[in-house]
């Protein structure tokens, strides 16, 4: 099946630092990829929709410029946390679908950043 | 916008039982329904999926039904091994606008041997 990569699997850093994660699909290309937020025994909650070439689509109560989302290239998405406090300390999931595909229906996922706020 | 609501949030069977999760969905426009499987601290994958033109879908052990005219859907997955021990997560595909997967809370399901 259809693999996305994602680096890094795991951040410790200050509060008031930037971290960036990447999401890479390998053996596909991408369009689209999405960014979740995963909090311990919960569910994913959809952050962004990233679009090749174009700005990011965010969800209601997602702060854009807190989260800056780059989709260069349709095998590319990055998802920066600027500015980062304890409270954005999170799991961090992004997903793709194949560009041949239907939509974006059928997702694969990224392994997750996990992401820790001193 | 759709909201999905997924039920129960624990579930614990013993081995070759039956388990059953159920998920009710808010958009009568959604066509599409994935559920995903997400073991500890791996990624979630998809398991089996159904368009809103079948009724039921069926891999080995695990099936789907979905009722559309209720707005819900359901995962059976009969003969239960300690392996499927996992979280799994429902999902509708909205339409109108940017088509997006909605999630629901998820099942956490054990398998007891």
């Known amino acids: 099946g259809a693999v996305v990569s994602q680096h890094p699997s795991r951040v410790i850093c200050k509060s008031g630092t930037s971290v960036k994660i990447e999401c890479r699909s390998l053996d596909f290309q991408a369009t689209t990829m999405f960014w979740y937020r995963q909090f311990p025994k919960q569910s994913l909650m959809l952050m962004a929709t990233s679009n090749e070439g174009s700005k990011a689509t965010y969800e209601q109560g997602v702060e854009k410029d807190k989260f800056l989302i780059n989709h260069a290239s349709l095998t590319l998405s990055t998802l920066t946390v600027t500015s980062a406090h304890p409270e954005d300390s999170s799991f961090y999931i992004c997903?793709?679908?194949?560009?041949?595909?239907?939509?974006?229906?059928?997702?694969?996922f990224g392994s997750g950043t996990q992401l820790s706020v001193l | 916008g759709e909201n999905v609501e997924q039920h129960p949030s624990t579930l614990s069977v013993q081995e070759g039982d039956s388990a059953v999760i159920k998920c009710t969905y808010s958009?009568?426009?959604?066509?599409?329904f994935p559920w995903y499987k997400q073991e500890l601290g791996k990624r979630p994958q998809l398991i089996i999926d159904?368009?809103?033109?079948?009724g039921e879908k069926k891999d080995q052990r695990i099936a789907v039904t979905l009722n559309k005219t209720a707005k819900h859907f359901s995962l059976h997955i009969t003969e239960t091994q300690p392996e499927d021990s996992a979280v799994y997560f429902c999902?509708?595909?909205?339409?109108?606008?940017?088509?997006?997967?909605?999630f629901g809370k998820g099942t956490k399901l054990t398998v007891n041997p």
């Open positions: 958009d009568s426009a959604s066509n599409y």
């Open positions: 997903s793709a679908s194949d560009i041949q595909g239907r939509a974006n229906e059928k997702l694969f």
């Open positions: 999902a509708a595909l909205t339409q109108g606008g940017s088509e997006k997967l909605v």
């Open positions: 159904i368009r809103s033109n079948v």
